[in-house]
């Protein structure tokens, strides 16, 4: 072309003739077709990216080869990829590809030390703004700290990407050009589906990475225990734990000291890895000196990935001739005594994942080198073995029994003096778990050392005991096996635990009937059939009349009885096929398959009639306990769940509005009233972004002191007339409008600030905030919580988590993580609404909860109940047993505080000890 560009094209030519059959000219066509065939060019060169992306070993390696395949396919001369680092804090380079040009070698080298924070210079503004930045001249722009190393290396535009892994940006890929070059969409978009590819390739790397680390765990775990039941001499004990650190956990070299308590100085006992000699400089070290010494001083873990530059590593030239980069070191402890250091040097950075290995062996080598130290700790070890409950047996290959412990023995019932020299492991376990064990567990135990699974072996009576089991081969020098150790424990409680959890995980714990999520899923696999198959039905809406009054007026145990009749009546109602569920309060859900308008309408009313006529299970409710019924159907009137829950709401609240005890079907014109709910779902949004949500505070005293020690945070929102509205006028809404998320970031955010606030003011800093059920599922939360705790640098103790036993159970797995997050930062939580729960009592001791709250129901006339004060004194007596703290609520006179100081409640709270106040009145 006149512009020196080439292009592409297809040409097509025709021949036309005279009436005598000659040519006399040629017609022809010629067409563009540039842009196909580079299109073409990019998803070929994108599908090869894709393959060697996935090729990948780790992370780093698919940054590699992303850099360079780009680099490659685009032109560009420069490519760096930056990640987080383990805090989140900042972005740190981790890989660069450039060609050999020295001007880019020393922008390398120079760029290597810089990190960036959320929006500062290219991978901080790419890292913030979550999209692609492409800067025409990086060497003009003001937010870009590396102009000048940039000029001088001749780079000129420059774009980055960030790289996703679900919603987490897990690095940032930049690119240099030498030449000003403008936003090129085509290249923007090529390299977008590259990052994308990679993205996904990351999320699964992530994936088989967790994997690998459990799996490297429990090698380690298990080379670490083999080497600690050995009887040699320390120093052979502590070399076999070096060489399985060095083993599992790709590092150079590894080291472990013992303590001289005499002469405060740690002396080296075993070496593996790059250096096996144990004399030297580092074979005595002075606690306090070096790394080593200072971790035994401050008796704390450390690790760094920048051991080059670190004043700690006194012979630098060392470490860069060697090529080390990373340092990790831990100290041995038993209780609060320090026993030696084990330490290690890598030519790779490492991670918090080194660390945590360190932390799952450090107590057990602890015990080892202290074992030898003193004959009672050898005892105890000793003793170990035939005490424990868990099942420790030493095989030959073929399974021939070398030992058995005492436990062992009982299991399988073996007497202990019995003969086990002609016995065979395998005619203990059922034929399956042998086949598995045969087949993958000794095979794999050879192959890497050690296997983890479960199992099973038959009990004395012939019962299969299901067993989480370890082998450890044993070899000899020249390879060959000499026998096998397992360790197996009994996870029948386990197991059960197991069960009932995913049970209860679908199950409403008071009716036992189907939840809110398990009815979610269910009514989607109806609807999927409905999308495939034609299949029509119905949705059922109930909600009892009148309920509050029954809570209200006799209590929530003659409400629970209600709602546990009516849940069998409804039973024994429905076909076999048909759904039902308890969706919360007293609101009840039906899915009829099959079923028409006049089939529905129909099961309704006699739904209604039972429940109108049935025979009270309480001589006291009032006669005629009655419910309204809203009827929606698929997919006439919707084809997703929430559409059809939310009409058959409409409809139910239809019936109710027409005098209750009512079935009603929906129609388009209730839509209205929708209205009314969007109102609240904007109401609730202008209070978010007005900050126009309070917290109230009410005093919690601590009984036997008689002395206000805290409050419970209470949220209120002001409406538009400047009025306090209760949360109970507006939670459902946000949860139904999916906005209970920013409403529990907002409390959480505003109780940490209110605790700086009122420490510095010399009040009670003590809080207790409420968190929704939702809130396990909030990924944005728990990193709120951690920034907003090092801003404030409150204590975390002084912040207690209130949840209901209810959320709890219902979504226990997510609340488990959740928990065990924040209480790893120091923060408590409290069990809210204790005793009204389905199982209070016997899931107590799985709730990792510091303080139960015990029921306003149970308090409230606790002077004048003989029931309510028993049950109080068991929950009290409950809660010392598992070292749990009780709160009171509703305490409302002298008298109830009497009784609640005399059953040894810990703290109370309600109108006779304070009302709810804005913390200006304090």
């Known amino acids: 072309m006149k512009d020196t560009t080439i292009r592409i094209v297809h040409e097509k030519a025709m021949v036309v003739s005279d009436n005598k059959g000659r040519a006399v000219q040629m017609v022809g066509t010629v067409q563009d077709i540039t842009e196909r065939k580079r299109a073409e060019e990019e998803v070929v ?17 698919a940054l590699v080869v992303t850099l360079e395949k780009v680099c490659s396919a685009t032109g560009w001369i420069y490519g760096e990829a930056w ?55 990086v060497t003009v722009d003001p937010n870009y700290p590396r102009a000048e190393i940039a000029r001088e290396a001749g780079l000129r535009a420059g774009v980055a990407f960030p790289v996703f892994s679900d919603d987490e940006i897990v690095a940032v890929l930049v690119f240099y050009m030498f030449k000003v070059l403008e ?21 699964r790397k992530i994936a088989e990475k967790a994997v690998m680390e459990r799996s490297r765990l429990a090698a380690l775990d298990a080379a670490v225990g083999f080497a600690l039941i050995q009887k040699s001499t320390l ?14 956990l790709n590092v150079a070299f590894a080291r472990i000291w013992t303590l001289n308590k005499e002469e405060h100085v740690l002396e080296l006992q075993s070496s593996a890895g790059l250096y096996t000699h144990i004399d030297g400089p580092h074979s005595r070290v002075p606690v306090g000196m070096y790394k080593i010494g200072l971790i035994a001083e401050e008796r704390k873990p450390h690790l760094t990935n920048k051991v080059i530059g670190d004043t700690r590593v006194h012979d630098q030239e060392w470490a860069r001739k060697t090529g080390m980069v990373a340092f990790a070191g831990y100290p041995l402890m038993i209780e609060d005594r320090l026993v030696g250091v084990m330490a290690m040097f890598a030519r790779q950075p490492l991670t918090e994942f080194t660390l945590k290995a360190l932390a799952s062996v450090s107590d057990v080598i602890a015990l080892g080198i202290e074992r030898k130290h003193s004959e009672e700790t050898r005892a105890r070890l000793s003793e170990i073995t035939e005490t424990t409950t868990d099942l420790v047996v030493t095989i030959t290959i073929d399974g021939r029994i070398l030992y058995m412990n005492k436990a062992g023995r009982k299991i399988i019932g073996i007497g202990e003096n019995e003969d086990i020299s002609n016995l065979s492991i395998f005619d203990y376990h059922p034929q399956w778990a042998s086949d598995f064990i045969l087949n993958e567990g000794i095979p794999d135990a050879i192959r890497e ?87 029509k039905g119905a949705v059922l809406f109930l909600d009892l009349d009148n309920f509050k009054y029954i809570n209200d007026s006799l209590g929530h145990q003659a409400g629970d009885k209600l709602l546990i009749a009516i849940a069998d009546l409804l039973r024994e109602r429905l076909r076999e096929t048909d759904i039902l569920a308890r969706l919360g309060g007293d609101e009840f859900a039906i899915i009829l398959p099959h079923a028409d308008v006049n089939l529905a309408e129909s099961v309704a009313n006699q739904i209604r009639e039972l ?27 919707g084809d ?31 839509k209205t009233q929708i209205e009314s709910r969007l109102v609240w779902e904007k109401n609730i949004h202008e209070a978010l972004n007005r900050d126009n949500f309070v917290l109230f505070l009410q005093p919690i005293m601590d009984i ?94 002084s912040l207690v988590f209130e949840i209901t036993e209810t959320a709890l159970i219902e979504n226990m797995a997510a609340a488990q993580l959740f928990i065990a997050e924040l209480k790893s930062l120091g923060f408590r939580f409290a069990l809210d609404d204790f005793g009204i729960g389905f199982s209070s009592f016997n899931y107590l001791k799985l709730l990792p909860v510091d303080y139960l709250k015990i029921d306003g129901s149970f308090v409230r006339n606790l002077p004048h109940d003989t029931v309510d004060q028993h049950l109080v004194k068991a929950m009290v007596e409950v809660s010392r047993g598992l070292g749990k703290k009780t709160i009171a609520e509703f305490v409302e006179n002298e008298e109830t505080l009497r009784l609640l100081l005399e059953y040894g409640v810990d703290y109370a709270q309600g109108y006779h000890i304070g009302k709810p106040r804005h913390v200006s009145e304090l």
């Open 45 to 61: 060169l994108l599908k090869t990216l894709t393959l060697s992306i996935i090729e990948s070993k780790d992370l780093h390696d």
């Open 83 to 137: 990640i987080p680092d383990p805090e989140g804090k900042c972005l740190v380079r981790d890989h660069a590809f450039y060609s050999k040009a020295e001007s880019l070698k020393k922008f390398s080298e120079l760029s290597g030390a810089f990190t960036f924070t959320h929006g500062a210079g290219l991978p901080g503004h790419a890292w913030s703004m979550k999209k692609p930045v492409w800067v025409p001249d």
């Open 183 to 203: 936003r090129d969409e085509r290249l923007v978009s090529f390299v977008s589906s590259v990052v994308v590819q990679l993205g996904e390739v990351i999320k």
């Open 235 to 248: 120093r052979e004990i502590l070399q076999l734990c070096a060489d399985a650190l060095v083993r599992n």
């Open 449 to 535: 050392g050690a296997w983890i699974g479960e199992t099973a072996f038959f009990s004395r009576d012939g019962r299969e005991i299901p067993f989480s089991q370890v082998i450890i081969v044993h070899k000899n020098p020249d390879g060959t096996v000499r026998n096998l150790s397992t360790i197996g424990r009994d996870i029948s409680e386990r197991k059960r635990f197991e069960t009932q959890i995913m049970y209860m995980a679908n199950r409403d714990p008071l009716t036992n009937l189907l939840n809110r999520r398990r009815f979610h899923e269910d009514m989607e696999g109806w609807l999927a059939q409905t999308r495939r198959f034609g299949i």
């Open 611 to 637: 429940v109108q006529y049935h025979t009270s299970v309480e001589k006291n409710y009032p006669p005629g306990i009655t419910v309204s019924i809203g009827i929606a159907m698929f997919p006439g009137h």
């Open 640 to 670: 997703t769940v929430e559409t059809l829950l939310s009409y058959a709401d409409l409809a139910m609240y239809r019936a109710k509005e027409e005098g209750r005890n009512r079935v009603c079907i929906y129609t388009p014109e209730q």
């Open 704 to 797: 036997r002191q008689n002395l206000i020690i805290g409050h419970e945070a209470l949220l209120r929102m002001i409406n538009e007339k400047g009025e306090m509205v209760a949360p109970s006028s507006f939670l459902d809404i946000a949860e139904r409008f999916g906005l209970i998320h920013d409403i529990d970031r907002w409390v959480v955010s505003r109780a940490i600030h209110l605790i700086q606030e009122l420490k510095q003011d010399s009040k009670p800093a003590y809080l207790e905030v409420n968190l929704s059920g939702r809130s396990f599922a909030d990924k944005k939360l728990l990193p709120l919580i951690r920034n907003e705790l090092t801003e404030t640098g409150i204590d975390p103790a």
